[in-house]
């Protein structure tokens, strides 16, 4: 009886625990999808990896910039990790919805000692961002910047910083799709 009863438990178990396994792998494929509605205009940029070459570089000094897009914290935020030359530079990024500010809410980290806290909107297929730096930055303390999806499937990226008192150009980037690119840290 013993054995029968185990058997049976084994049968059980064998036929049950794939059809759970399943259900759940379905679930959370959907959890996964799942983004809150605040963060939905940035669903484009999600799961991509973007490599950029920025407008000042030459095939003899290249500066290329890559940029990772994901949904995290269960959907309720976006990571965003970024390297420049291989690690050389970089920084990730976490976007948020603030209730309080109305506003979606963005902190960034850098490999450089700085960090900066800032606000940002989309409209008409345009983000847009105003940041404060804090710690050093080669003197910026404000950074200004637009990032807008093209047809043909390119991200634009164009940035101006305030130094010294004075709004100044900063980085334009023309990014491409790149799901071979890898963003690394030294």
């Given at each position: 009886?013993?054995?029968?009863?185990?058997?049976?438990?084994?049968?059980?178990?064998?036929?049950?625990?794939?059809?759970?396994?399943?259900?759940?792998?379905?679930?959370?494929?959907?959890?996964?999808?799942?983004?809150?509605?605040?963060?939905?205009?940035?669903?484009?940029?999600?799961?991509?990896?973007?490599?950029?070459?920025?407008?000042?570089?030459?095939?003899?000094?290249?500066?290329?910039?890559?940029?990772?897009?994901?949904?995290?914290?269960?959907?309720?935020?976006?990571?965003?990790?970024?390297?420049?030359?291989?690690?050389?530079?970089?920084?990730?990024?976490?976007?948020?919805?603030?209730?309080?500010?109305?506003?979606?809410?963005?902190?960034?980290?850098?490999?450089?000692?700085?960090?900066?806290?800032?606000?940002?909107?989309?409209?008409?297929?345009?983000?847009?961002?105003?940041?404060?730096?804090?710690?050093?930055?080669?003197?910026?303390?404000?950074?200004?910047?637009?990032?807008?999806?093209?047809?043909?499937?390119?991200?634009?990226?164009?940035?101006?910083y305030l130094k010294e008192g004075k709004w100044t150009p900063g980085r334009e980037i023309l990014y491409k799709e790149d799901a071979k690119a890898e963003v690394v840290f030294k």
């Amino acid at each position: 009886m013993k054995v029968s009863a185990s058997i049976a438990l084994f049968v059980v178990v064998s036929l049950v625990c794939p059809a759970l396994a399943d259900e759940k792998t379905k679930a959370q494929g959907t959890a996964q999808e799942t983004l809150d509605e605040n963060l939905e205009p940035l669903r484009p940029f999600l799961g991509k990896t973007w490599k950029g070459h920025f407008k000042n570089s030459t095939p003899e000094k290249p500066v290329v910039d890559i940029a990772r897009w994901e949904r995290a914290l269960n959907g309720r935020a976006i990571r965003v990790l970024h390297s420049v030359n291989d690690g050389a530079y970089g920084g990730e990024t976490i976007i948020f919805w603030d209730a309080k500010k109305e506003s979606l809410v963005f902190y960034y980290f850098t490999t450089a000692r700085f960090h900066t806290t800032g606000t940002m909107t989309v409209k008409d297929g345009k983000l847009t961002s105003h940041e404060v730096v804090t710690g050093s930055a080669n003197g910026v303390t404000e950074v200004k910047a637009t990032y807008e999806l093209r047809s043909g499937g390119t991200l634009r990226s164009e940035a101006e910083y305030l130094k010294e008192g004075k709004w100044t150009p900063g980085r334009e980037i023309l990014y491409k799709e790149d799901a071979k690119a890898e963003v690394v840290f030294k």
